[in-house]
T-cell receptor
């Protein structure tokens, strides 16, 4: 089944403890991106990647890191999480023609930083 | 400046009636794409419909259609014959940049409209 897989689905952590949220897609998509969703703000793009080893900042990159060492994986790293990073996170990927199938989203990761 | 604006935080519609969800956008890029997504209470993001800036006709997909008015920079979603299962949050999004074939680029979302369908 074609999908974007995020792990974990839920995570509670403490301030300052480094964490990684994994994202993997099995559709050979070149484009991948990360979003956070907060009430009243919609989804805001954190980082995106047009291809392996090519990443760029979205609208809210502060406090986050990403890497794209291989096409299928695009992990999101929080080096020192803070409570304001408590949010619902989505990973997404898209084919060459996103207008046909849209961007495919993962199921989301609900992160709580205490 | 807000690039995607959804001015209706919440809306109600009677089952079987049509409903229009508003979306206005702002961009200076001549090549862009507009998407609508549905997010039910379970949280997943479901792709509904796409409109490209160069498309001559309004997009349609089953009960969903997009009322695209380029000069007014609006891309309203019309849902015909509403069903109870249409109750969800709806997001309008715009892709800026990317290649000629609309690959990649930044995807910018509006704040969302929560639609409730009444029986």
């Amino acid at each position: 089944e074609a999908q974007v897989t995020q792990n974990p689905r839920y995570l509670i952590t403490v301030t300052g403890k480094k964490l990684t949220v994994t994202c993997s897609q099995n559709m050979n998509h070149e484009y991948m991106s990360w979003y956070r969703q907060d009430p009243g703000l919609g989804l805001r793009q954190i980082y995106y990647s047009m291809n392996v080893e090519v990443t760029d900042k979205g609208d809210v990159p502060e406090g986050y890191k990403v890497s794209r060492k291989e096409k299928r994986n695009f992990p999101l790293i929080l080096e020192s999480p803070s409570p304001n990073q408590t949010s619902l996170y989505f990973c997404a990927s898209s084919p060459d023609r996103p207008q046909l199938y849209g961007y495919t989203f993962g199921s989301g990761t609900r992160l709580t930083v205490v | 400046a807000q690039k995607i604006t959804q001015t209706q935080p919440g809306m109600f519609v009677q089952e079987k009636e049509a409903v229009t969800l508003d979306c206005t956008y702002d961009t200076s890029d001549p090549s862009y794409g507009l998407f609508w997504y549905k997010q039910p209470s379970s949280g997943e993001m479901i792709f509904l419909i796409y409109q490209g800036s160069y498309d001559q006709q309004n997009a349609t997909e089953g009960r969903y259609s997009l009322n695209f008015q380029k000069a007014r920079k609006s891309a309203n979603l019309v849902i015909s014959a509403s069903q109870l299962g249409d109750s969800a949050m709806y997001f309008c999004a715009m892709r800026e940049g990317g290649s000629f074939y609309n690959q990649g680029g930044k995807l910018i979302f509006g704040q969302g409209t929560e639609l409730s369908v009444k029986p």
